[in-house]
Nanobody, 114 residues
Framework: EVVESGGGSVPSGGSLTLSCVAS????????IGWFRQAPGKARERVSS????????WYEDFAKGRFTISSDKAKNTVYLQMNSVKVEDAAVYYC?????????WGPGTEVLVSS
């Protein structure tokens, strides 16, 4: 399973770091990443990482503002969010395998104040 944390309220332009702690498997086994779902909208991909080869992917809105990283020793994936915008407000989920996700965490909510 995966469990997200780190969500909360952040002012527009601020920063926040989300964590996804995995248990029962190694994050090396899958491409794993972040998704988000805003109220009334479909869940969308944000960013992924392959800890096996270090490869990363970002959706266009995340490029230049978000950074995904991992700590194999902690079996954890992070999402550093900088220059947060009002439209980034959503519930953020960790999911895997990233491109056809079968497993999700419960999510962590990010609120952005203008």
């Amino acid at each position: 399973e995966v469990v997200e944390s780190g969500g909360g309220s952040v002012p527009s332009g601020g920063s926040l770091t989300l964590s996804c702690v995995a248990s029962g498997f190694s994050i090396d086994e899958y491409v794993i990443g972040w998704f988000r779902q805003a109220p009334g909208k479909a869940r969308e991909r944000v960013s992924s990482i392959s800890t096996k080869d270090g490869g990363t992917w970002y959706e266009d809105f995340a490029k230049g503002r978000f950074t995904i990283s991992s700590d194999k020793a902690k079996n954890t994936v992070y999402l550093q969010m900088n220059s947060v915008k009002v439209e980034d407000a959503a519930v953020y989920y960790c999911g895997f395998p990233f491109w056809v996700p079968d497993y999700w965490g419960p999510g962590t909510e990010v609120l952005v104040s203008s």
